[in-house]
């Protein structure tokens, strides 16, 4: 058992606030959170537990990353110089670049080769106090290079110290191979299939969009994560609007991600079927985008907003949790308050998991310790490294 004391909390247990407790103390036993508070508070068994002085520092829950695409081969910044001498995203894509290029590059790679590379980007999300990690599939499109990637994506969990929620993203893009019908009910859904088999997925998600898959195409793929017990989120609403927000309430998905051309009519159906909105403001920064997710009416209609880094080759080659939550407030005008929450409490339940995103008895002990003094820092500073240390499932 150990006591942390001295130490600015943010608890994350209050609705709109960071919950913060001055002079707060943590008392952790094992794996688990037991009890926090004001230092003057602690019950009489906890007091007299192995003591660590956070000096005056900040601890938060340990952030999450719900959104990421970090196991790829190759990379892409020949389109980066494309799209700065005026042609854009969807047009490299038709164009047979983009998203298949990618594809091209983690189908040739081997499992070793993407396992390494995957944890160098781990590592750099670990460093700046991530505990818990969603890692997509997608890059594959055939069942060999899916079950690669989903492979991988388990090693990660395997060789650090961090929580790795694995997602089917067969749904991605249409290999050059085939159509997209065939290809999603030759390949897609049985890949899917072998892959729960294998246990390697914890849920699925898709690509609703021109450049990928209609509604009628995903509906399908959540039909078979249905009979499989898994659950769905999906990109939605991204480049345009294709109606896959609704889509993901009418199957009660765990989240909507990306949101830029969503409506106030999918807002509305997003507040009363409880799915989190994630934001992914480096892929807007990215592609330099210029409609916004709609966050006052997001906020007006207390849909939980979560952030993330959208971590990939393409649209998102952003490697920091904390610039996404900078970029969130800067670019799409979250206070500091709501972007910690994105990468905390809303966050987990983007994932689905009940035990982290809170400091809170009975939750993970996975705590991150900041050398700041106040929660606002995180999202204010840009490019600076303030963590001071992480505590993943009690282990310091
Ligand atoms: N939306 C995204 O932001 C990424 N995938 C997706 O469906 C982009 C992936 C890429 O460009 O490689
Ligand atoms: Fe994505």
Known sequence: MYLFINSLVATMQDPTG?????????????KNIVWVGHIDDIPQTYAKSEQINLE????????????????FGGN??????????????????????????TVTAT????EDFLLANALIRADALIAEGVGTLEVKSGYGLDQNTELKMLTVARAIAQQRPLRVKATFLGAHAVPKETDADTYIDEVCIPTLQAAHEAGLVDAVDGFCETIAFDKAQIARVFDAARVLNLPVKLHAEQLSHMGGTKLATHYGALSADHLEFATQEDVVAMASTGLVAVLLPGAFYTLQETQKPPVSELRAARVPIAIATDWNPGSSPLGSILLAMNMACTLFG???A?????????????????????IAPGFSADLAIWDLENPAELSYRIGQNPLHSRIYGGVM
């Open 334 to 336: 979250l206070t500091p």
């Open 76 to 101: 892409r910044a020949h389109e980066f110089e494309m799209r700065l001498e005026g042609q854009n995203y969807e047009a490299i894509a038709k164009a047979g670049g983009g998203i298949i290029s």
């Open 107 to 110: 189908r040739e790679a081997t």
């Open 338 to 358: 709501e972007a910690l929450a994105g990468t905390t409490k809303y966050a987990a339940q983007a994932l689905g998991l009940k035990d982290c995103g809170y």
């Open 56 to 71: 005056g520092r900040l601890v938060t829950p340990a952030l999450i990353d719900c959104h990421s695409h970090i196991i």
């Open 18 to 30: 960071y919950g913060l407790v001055h002079d707060g103390a943590i008392v952790i036993d094992d």
